[in-house]
Each structure stands twice: as structure tokens, then as C-alpha cells.
């Protein structure tokens, strides 16, 4: 996933990181990098359920700094790909 990114092919890291979250379920960064991935693509509706996934997994008191993040990335394929250049 990781080499996907470094080459700023944003689609195939997000097929990567989804990979990788279905191997690793419970894992919230997985699913934030595959958010961050699937923006940094323009696909939001995948970024939308990663984000919403990662969400349930994240403890409360981390909540608001990584939402603040996604509603930046979703809105944003800049800011998106330099989030997914940092997972």
C-alpha cells in the first residue's frame, strides 16, 4: 500500500489498505489510511465508509482530531494525499 503512494497512485494504495483492513479488522489505522487513500483518489464514498469505520474503532478521546481530519481530506485530494503519504 505504502509503494503505491510513494508513486502518488492514490487508487491502487486505497485497494491495498482496503486489503489490509479486511486482514486486520479491528486495526483504526488501517481504515485511515484507507480513507486518506480513497480521498487522495477522489473516491469519496469508499473514504466516507473508511472513515466511518475507523470512527467506531477509535477510543473517544481521539475522535475529534482524526474526524477534523477526514472532513480535510474529503474535501481536499491535496491535503488527502500528504495525510496517506504519512501512513
Known sequence: ???YAKQSNY???ANAWEDVSAASPNQATAYECLAFNAYGASQSRKGDL???KA????PKAGQTSIKQAFQQAKTSPQTAQQLAQQC
Request: net charge positive.
Open 50 to 52: 473508511a472513515s466511518a
Open 55 to 58: 470512527l467506531t474503532i477509535v
Open 1 to 3: 500500500a505504502r509503494a
Open 11 to 13: 487508487a491502487g494504495a
